[in-house]
Structures are given as structure tokens and as C-alpha cells.
């Protein structure tokens, strides 16, 4: 980390593509996303809601487009050792609180872990995978529709697109878990081949009332960081994960960069865009234009607090305003999805909660987990990280306490560090 804890210790990285914007600067990211191609029949919505899934099977109904070249010039400022963006006005990132305001998804609650395959080693009455897949589901895929232990999704559309009429209670569960599987492999975890679901799933869907016991927020934030901090990478370009987050994100907290006329929104937040299609103008030139608009910002054109506002509050689900979720995304702690661990670093972006943002502590180098995928051999991840899991188990002994104040932003502490440590510009004539 250097003689100076307070210096980023990968302020450029080895191939972040902000130390190389001068020779790529058209570079554009490629999104790998699937819609979720499954009908949401009414009678998935009990499941879905004991789930604390039903906002996001919403959500997912309305389809979205992402601006790849706006995406692309976000990714630059991505950083890996911070999990934040650096702006020219200081430090801003997605936290927990974005989570269950964008996409209505509960952020506390069990970690979401296990082991990648092969868990019927560790389950009660342990039986083989597809057994099991069989179990719950009555039907297994053929070979041709099956890459290791994940399924095409084009198999599951077709399978289980459409809920007979009259079906019984047994049947429809058998779909609901179907559905379920679908959206939590293409709209939160969702990876770059952009067309599988992974049966990882069938321990959370064979307990259908306990599925709400689990933080499905944390985990998706966890995959979002992990892919960010892949696709910042020179060599990377393609991005996956709950990028309607990212998105929405955006668009809310930076007013200049919203579409015109979606000024009317609904619950989940993230919902508003829905409809939304980005230029079709050439992604090169455009990332150019969006890097150079990034590098004029000034803080009055960041959104601290957008959730806030009264039109907010009227619409939000009484479930985020929960004391323990509520809370929880002021805590300093892991985020675990399966062999994915990433830090919650909103010591860094106090002023999105309505503090001032003092000079930071030195960053958290945990590269060693950047290679942590889960392949290369079976591993029970609670056991194997069970150091990263403990800090989750322990978040309520981490939350940020600070005093709120009518006027957030950073201290002039912070920027005196920020102008020496900074990435601010990347633009050649900010």
C-alpha cells in the first residue's frame, strides 16, 4: 500500500482502463442481458412475496434498455480497491440503501452461500443434483440442453413459460420455483454467457418459505461490485449482473443525465425507466461525450439524498422502511454471494446518508478475493470463507453512526486528500 496509508493502492491498476484512456478512447462495454422471458401468473405472487422476490418479478415486466456508452464511461471511474466512483466532486457509489429502493429487494436477513455444486453433499438426505432437480421440478433437461450445472434458459422458457389452467396447488409451486430459478439467473445473477441459469438454486427454491429469510439485496450488490470491478479492466468488456440497478442508479442520482419525460415513477424506483431507449447514434463517440460531461460535474449536480424527497416517500413499500433494513445500510461489512465477497464501504459516501465526509481511512485491500469464483474444486464457502461470512453475521455491530446534517457533502479534509489522490479527470481538456 505504499508509505502513505491514505494513497489508493491500485490508483491505476496493472490494467484499469482509466490509465489507458488515451489509447482506447472509444471504448465501450457490451451488456450481457436476458430478459426474463417467463409470464408472471398471478399465481407465482404468493410464492413470490414469501420469497421477497415479488417487487423484483414486477420490475422484471417491463423491459429496459441499457445506454452502454453512458454505462462505459461510469466503468472508468470505477474503482476496484474503493468500490466507489471517483468524481470530480469526491467519492459516490451503489449501496444497500440504492438496493432496496431500486429494485424493492430486502438487504438483511442470511447470507446467500453454499456451495457452487455438488451441495447434496451437505443437505439432509443428500442426493445426486439432477436427482433432485427432478424432485422438485418432475422433469430434467436432456444433455443438449445442460452445460455442467447449468441449463439453457430457452429450455426453462419453454418448459415452464406457461402454468396450465386449473393446475393444483402442487403444480403451481413446481412453476413458481421454475419462475424463480429464471429471475435470480438472468435479473440479479446473471453472467457473461448471458443464456444459462445455474441450478445452484435448488436449495433456496426447494424451501420456498424460507427464501424471505435470505438477503437477496446484499448478495445482488456483492455481483454488481464483482462485475464492475472485472469489466474496469482494459482486457474486459463485457458486463453482467443486475445492470437495471446500475442504471437506475444513475439516472437518479445525476439529473443531467436522465431521459427526458419519465417524470412520473412507481414502486420499485428502479421502474421508472422502463421504456427508456438509449441513442442509436455510435457508442464510441458518445462514451467521448459522456466522459467529457462527467469531467465539468460540480457536487450540486449529484443527488446526495434523492430518497428524501415526499413523491419518494409516497411511494415506497412499507417493508424498506423497516428498522433492520433501514439501519443496515449504514454498515461497514461484507457482501457474500456464494464464493463473491466484496466489502460495503459506505465509510467512504457518508454524505448519501446526510453526514460530511471526512478524509478516509486507507482502502481495504482484498484482491485475494478478486479470485475467488468458486471453480477449481468444490468448497462449502461458509467454512472456507468463514473469516468474510462472520463480518455479515456481525453487521449490526458495524453501522455507521455520525450526525445528520442539512447540508451533506464532503469536508474540506476530504478535499485537500481528494485533489492529491484522486482520479478526478480522464477527459485530455476537462
Known amino acids: 500500500m505504499g508509505d502513505d496509508p491514505a494513497r489508493l493502492y491500485r490508483l ?3 490494467a484499469h482502463i ?4 488515451n489509447e482506447e478512447p472509444q471504448r465501450c462495454i457490451r451488456s450481457m442481458r436476458r430478459q426474463q422471458g417467463m409470464v408472471l401468473d398471478d399465481r407465482y405472487v404468493p410464492y413470490l412475496q414469501m420469497a421477497g422476490l415479488y417487487h423484483l418479478a414486477r420490475l422484471n415486466d417491463r423491459w429496459f434498455r441499457l445506454d452502454e456508452a453512458l454505462v462505459s464511461a461510469f466503468v472508468e471511474r470505477w474503482r476496484p480497491e474503493t468500490h466507489t466512483f471517483h468524481m470530480p466532486f469526491g467519492e459516490c457509489t451503489i449501496t444497500l440503501q440504492d438496493v432496496a429502493y431500486q429494485l424493492g429487494l430486502p438487504v438483511d436477513g442470511r447470507y446467500v452461500s453454499g456451495c457452487l455444486s455438488e451441495f447434496h453433499v451437505y443437505i439432509d438426505g443428500g442426493r445426486p443434483a439432477w436427482v ?15 452445460q455442467k450445472y447449468a441449463v439453457n434458459c430457452s429450455w426453462f422458457q419453454e418448459t415452464f413459460g406457461d402454468v396450465p389452467e386449473g393446475a393444483d396447488e ?8 421454475a419462475y424463480i430459478m429464471m429471475l435470480l439467473g438472468t435479473q440479479l445473477f446473471a453472467d457473461k454467457s448471458g443464456n444459462r441459469v445455474h441450478i445452484r438454486w435448488l436449495p433456496f427454491v426447494a424451501r420456498l418459505e424460507e427464501m424471505g429469510t435470505y438477503s437477496w439485496g446484499s448478495a445482488a450488490l456483492a455481483w454488481l461490485y464483482r462485475c464492475m470491478c472485472r469489466v474496469a479492466n482494459r482486457n474486459v468488456i463485457k458486463l453482467a449482473g443486475p445492470l437495471q440497478l446500475l442504471q437506475s442508479w444513475i439516472f437518479w442520482r445525476f439529473p443531467r443525465f436522465r431521459p427526458a419525460g419519465f417524470e412520473t415513477f412507481s414502486w420499485p424506483l428502479a421502474s421508472r425507466w422502463s421504456g427508456y431507449i438509449p441513442s442509436s447514434s ?8 459522456w466522459r467529457l460531461w462527467i469531467d465539468r460535474l460540480q457536487d450540486r449536480e449529484f443527488i446526495w439524498m434523492p430518497y428524501s424527497s415526499p413523491d419518494v416517500l409516497q411511494v415506497v413499500h412499507p417493508e424498506v422502511l423497516e428498522p433492520r433494513h433501514m439501519v443496515l445500510c449504514r454498515s461497514v461489512t461484507s457482501l457474500i454471494y456464494f464464493a463473491v465477497i466484496e466489502w460495503h464501504q459506505v465509510d467512504r459516501v457518508l454524505p448519501q446518508f446526510g453526514g460530511v465526509q471526512p478524509r478516509p481511512q486507507a482502502a481495504l485491500n482484498i484482491d485475494f478475493l478478486m479470485s475467488k469464483d468458486g471453480r477449481g474444486g468444490d468448497r462449502w464457502f461458509p467454512s472456507h470463507l468463514q473469516k468474510w461470512h462472520q463480518y455479515w453475521d456481525d453487521r449490526t455491530e458495524s453501522v455507521l453512526r455520525f450526525d445528520v446534517v442539512a447540508d451533506p457533502g464532503p469536508s474540506y479534509q476530504f478535499l485537500d486528500w481528494w485533489s492529491q489522490h484522486g482520479k478526478r479527470f480522464l477527459s485530455p481538456d476537462p
Do not use: N
Request: proline share 11%; glycine share 8%; no cysteine.
Open 18 to 21: 482509466a490509465g489507458v484512456i
Open 282 to 289: 455510435e457508442k464510441g463517440p458518445r462514451v467521448q461525450t
Open 132 to 146: 433432485w432437480f427432478e424432485e422438485l421440478l418432475i422433469v430434467v433437461p436432456p444433455p443438449s440442453q445442460v
Open 12 to 14: 491505476d491498476g496493472v
Open 170 to 177: 402442487d403444480t403451481v409451486r413446481r412453476y413458481a420455483r
